[in-house]
């Protein structure tokens, strides 16, 4: 899971999407970078069977059922659970969306994970930050069992919350469920809809501070967003040229720090020429 990055495959290529409209590419391709994570990792079978041992095995993904991807044998019969060597909760995460983390709930109750089970989030981006093709970034892993009882222990502990903390958990919940089985924890008192929201547990703040730092053209991630953010607020033409020279020192500030590459510099114009115009 963590060479991903380096075979990762794609044919998709975008053109033309407007800047103001580049938040919305996580909704448009989420599930379309789902559904090519896995078929890399099946072409990326030389590193995770070199000798051949699992070649009955491939990864296939499952609509709507937990969990969305299984590492099985392959046959024409269904798979049971004797036929799945582990099963992988799969989200992509575009690293330009909107809430600067990532929005997916993870409900699951923890005995419906077995004990390899993993939760697997792997971030993304165009190549030319507002076009061309998807690239990968290091992914976060966890175990699935524990991802859900730290989300358990995280509400009911952690949040130090005023009402009811009580979650609800189905009874005879076994790993690989059924499509129509009830798997899901349910909190008793829930208003604002946040149970599951796994990025608010405080699971993934260390590994959401270094996806944030990946380098776009150059630039960290966290000051593409910035700079997106700047104009999608629809501000009045002088705080966007107050913002826009903040991150321009940011950038300046980065790109003395790393070294100037070609595309570094190239933004730092542009952030340079946009503060002339406005």
Known sequence: MFSLPLHFRTQTNIEGISAIDIFTLNSALGATIENQVVNTLNLMRPVWDPDG???????????????DVLLRRMSENPASPDDVILGVELKGWYLLAKEAEPSFRFQVTPAA???????????????????????????????????????????????EAKGDSTIKQPADVKPYPKKSDQIADEPVADKGGNFGRFARTGLMDEYLARAKEELLAGIRAEYWLSFFKIFQDQRDPATIRTEIEKLRQKVDST?????????????LQALEALIESK
Do not use: K
Not at 53 to 67: G, N, S
Not at 256 to 267: E, H, L, Y
């Open 113 to 159: 994970c077995a004990f390899q089970d993993l939760i697997v989030v792997v971030p993304w981006a165009l190549t030319n930050v507002i076009s061309g093709s998807p690239m990968v970034f290091s992914p976060y892993i966890e175990s699935s069992r524990y991802a859900a009882e730290f989300r358990n222990h995280h509400w009911q502990h952690l949040r």
């Open 53 to 67: 041992t699992y070649r009955q095995f491939a990864f296939v993904r499952q609509a709507q059922t937990f969990p």
């Open 255 to 267: 790109i003395r720090d790393r070294g100037r590459s070609d595309a570094a510099f190239a933004v």
